[in-house]
């Protein structure tokens, strides 16, 4: 099952990457789109993964696909 190959995966040492709430960090995130927030503490965070990424072993095999938030209300 999947779930039996992931958690092998992940004994082998393969980290998965799903970073909605956190802070977006471009050496392991793609941003494929931006949200409008109004609330200043959302500001570059990520609002939604479209993809997972993976590391194996601390290097990063693939970055994730996420959406992040822009705080709309800093742009002046």
Do not use: C, M
């Not at 992931?6 to 392991?28: C, H, S």
């Not at 939604?48 to 590391?55: D, H, I, L």
């Amino acid at each position: 099952s999947g779930e039996r190959l992931w958690k092998e995966l992940q004994d082998a040492g393969v980290e998965r990457i799903d970073p909605v709430g956190t802070a977006f960090d471009p050496a392991l995130h793609e941003a494929v789109s931006t949200a409008p927030t109004s609330n200043r503490s959302d500001d570059h965070v990520v609002s939604a993964t479209f993809q997972p990424g993976y590391r194996f072993k601390g290097t990063l095999i693939r970055p994730a696909r996420v959406q992040v938030y822009s705080d709309q209300q800093g742009q002046h």
